[in-house]
């Protein structure tokens, strides 16, 4: 008999190094093998159906292509095996013994093991096989490259992944490759079927080529094979084929709940950028929504058919986190890793896309199905607002999908667009006008309001926490500008019926200013009579280009030092208790009075004093005097 000769090989230096760094640093997550050596069977796989499409290969082609896995527990070995493309005596030396890829050098110099402990940088340079020297003490491929018509010449690669890797000939029944792991000792949980089962499920149920693993049939004594995987990517089938009901099933599946989407898009995109999205706006926000520390969005990345990652939040913007769904695309390398995901220019590319999918899609149901918007917005309008800030691009847009609730609507569910609002402005009107407070109801009740509410003129009034930071984004709607109504607005007298005339101020009210201004001179910049207050006696305001109150808070409460708010008190010279006053200037008590009037107006646009007790002392002394 012809004994092969067997060859002695030593791993390229670097392909050793990664080697180490691999087996000692993805300890924790040592079952990507599977999902690795699965991948790769399945792209030796379509690498075949791409030869015999373009071949016209009848006697091949309709060979059912499978990959198969096959347990051993007196061998102690797993063996996944493909009839696929398989490989030549050169292309395996080259294809496992050496890294192509000149970047490898760079990245091993650029890193540590720590930093490869996440599994994710592994085989991002073609180093996925290695991962199967994670769980073995040996691994043997036997291989058959397609071409080769003699099964005696089929290649037996051997390795312990210690540096050397020997290669000799042997007698391959079928075309393909079979992976052989002789498990570490430590590793035999592996040859379980039941957790080869699981970790298929979870890497690998939806890549196109049925995977089966071998069972025994107790009962008639006999192995069979038993397909695993479904094998069928839902999104890589054509919508038309696909029913409401399968969409909301895989919706379930994907989001591990019982709840309906409450909508969905799908797209298939050739050229270029090649992809397909299949995009869920859920029901409900998941609970951990706001928890920034981990924040996930339900989209899985696949690449080839191959799943590679949750939570790809590389492909959304934070202000779309609670999408769920699938981006499947051939343009990026199977192995990237999230860091290098970030700054890839196709993760760009196709983040720019899915948001411009779900922005339509979104935008679909605000124009059509106005009570599933209704829901969007309960849910979701608080996160979407975020992008105002955090999407230049899609601002425009954005901002149409915005509602608020405003004076003229009924109580505080926000339900107006800006559109609408602008589509009912009056005559003489040239601005959004809105007011930022504390919640729906001190906004509604808010001193502000009263011209505009005379004058029939809707105001929006915005209440949630984030409103303020979104309003420095949002200066202007379709070329109208924004204005806050607790602050100064150059425009007014355009606009308003006042109700006093400047002419009007006699000597008396003068000298009222005049002592206001003595007695609060540290409390505030300016004081003013005002014509725009209708039922208060007075308000603050502030300059244009100054913090809101709001804003101010949410500094204060986030433990930031901040320049206390310069603001500038208005006086209603129509309100009687204003009138009294300045008709008894000579009331001893007339500083605590301009003090009441300071504090009040404070109270209402901070909704609190620094000192309470000082506001009631004065109240009680003026009530003692009555
Ligand atoms: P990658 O898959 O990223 O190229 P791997 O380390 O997983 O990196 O595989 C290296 C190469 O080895 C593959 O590109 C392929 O050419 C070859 N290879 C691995 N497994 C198989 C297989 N089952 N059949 C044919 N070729 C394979
Ligand atoms: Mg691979």
New binding site residues.
Partial sequence: MNIPKKEKYQFQSETKQILDLMIHSLYSNKEIFIR?LI??AS?AIEKIRFQLLSQKNNTIQNMKMKIRISINKQSNTLMISDNGIGMTKDEIIQNLGTIANSGTKKFLHSINSKKLKNNELI?KFGV??YSSFIVSEKVIVKTRHHTELEPNNSILWESDGKGEYTIKKTNKKDFGTDIELYLKNTEIDFLENWKIKNIVCKYSDHISIPIEIQEYDEKNKVFFWKQINKAKALWRIPKSEITDNEYQDFYKNLSKSNDEPLSWIHNKVEGTQEYISLLYIPKKSDWNIWNFDSIKNGLKLYIKKTYIMDDANQFLPNYLRFIKGIIDTNNLP??ISREILQENNVTKILKKSLTKRILTLIKNLSVEKKEKYKIFWKEFGLIFKEGIAEDIENKNQIAELLRFSSIQSNGKEQELSLQEYVNNMSKNQTKIYFLTAENYHTANTSPHLGIYRKNNINVLLLYDKIDDWMMNYLTEFKEIKFQSINKIDDDFEKTFNTSYKKENITEEMQEFLKKIRIVLKNEIKSVQYSNKLIDTPCALITEKDAMSTQMSKLFLAAGKKIPPLQYILEINPMHPLITKIISNQNDKNINTWIKILFDQSLLAEKGSLDNPNIFIKNINQIFMHQ
């Fill in positions: 690795e991948s790769n792209d085989g996925g096989f199977i192995n």
